[in-house]
């Protein structure tokens, strides 16, 4: 079993939908957890960053973390064609500078 | 302006050559990395250095070098390349090297070993 798993899809969707994407992971020192978007062909990017459990909230995207069930979630509403994307989750633990990344979720989103 | 950025972008080269995959950042940042992407898209980090000296250096067969001649660069060599080498190299800086600090990716540079 991976540190991270993460579903790799593909997640297809109508534009306007609410979209839930999710990983679990097995390491209770992840502290630090990240949601990345990866265009075809590019970098990924950062798109949220949270530290321990709760919920964080940046414009259409929602980051929430549950330590005590080793779950992770990122969610976009209204979901638009541009969203279209490899999202990656990414996990560390406090003092490591070695981040653990799940294989991804392709998601489409179509008009 | 890139703010991080790698060269080549497409690199096809026969089993046993050596290659080099260079990176240079404009950001100013203390730290920088080299992360690996296979066929899978699982991104696993190779190795980070921290005002040129390596803090970070995973797995990796000792075929593969980092060098960093400053701040702003860091390359990666590659000698005898294999079949499983085939993959897509990203190059990433953050401004220091805490957890906390977000990670800049390259364009990536894809590398096919035939």
């Known amino acids: 079993q991976k540190e991270v798993e993460q579903d790799p899809g593909p997640l297809s969707v109508p534009e306007g939908a609410i979209v839930s994407l999710n990983c679990t992971y097995s390491?209770?020192?992840?502290?630090?957890f990240m949601w990345y978007r990866q265009y075809s062909r590019k970098g990924p990017e950062l798109l949220m960053y949270?530290?321990?459990?709760g919920n964080k909230e940046d414009g259409r995207f929602t980051a929430q973390v549950d330590k005590s069930s080793k779950y992770i979630s990122l969610f976009i509403r209204d979901s638009q064609p541009s969203d279209s994307a490899t999202y990656l989750c990414a996990m560390q633990s406090g003092g490591s500078y070695i981040p653990t990344f799940g294989r991804g979720t392709s998601l489409i989103v179509h008009p | 302006d890139t703010a991080v950025s790698q060269t080549p972008k497409y690199l096809v080269t026969q089993m046993g050559n050596d290659k080099s995959i260079k990176c240079e950042q404009n950001?100013?940042?203390?730290?920088m990395y080299w992360y690996k992407q296979d066929s899978k898209k699982f991104l696993k980090i190779m190795f980070s250095y921290n005002n040129k000296e390596l803090i970070i250096n995973e797995t990796v067969p000792n075929r593969f070098s980092p060098k960093s001649p400053d701040k702003a660069h860091l390359n990666l060599h590659i000698n005898s390349l294999e079949l499983g080498d085939s993959a897509v190299y990203f190059c990433?800086?953050?401004?220091?090297?805490?957890?906390?600090?977000?990670?800049?990716f390259g364009p990536g540079t894809r590398l096919t070993v035939l």
């Open positions: 949270t530290y321990s459990s």
């Open positions: 950001l100013g940042h203390d730290t």
């Open positions: 990433a800086s953050s401004l220091t090297s805490l957890s906390t600090d977000t990670q800049y």
């Open positions: 390491n209770s020192a992840f502290q630090y």
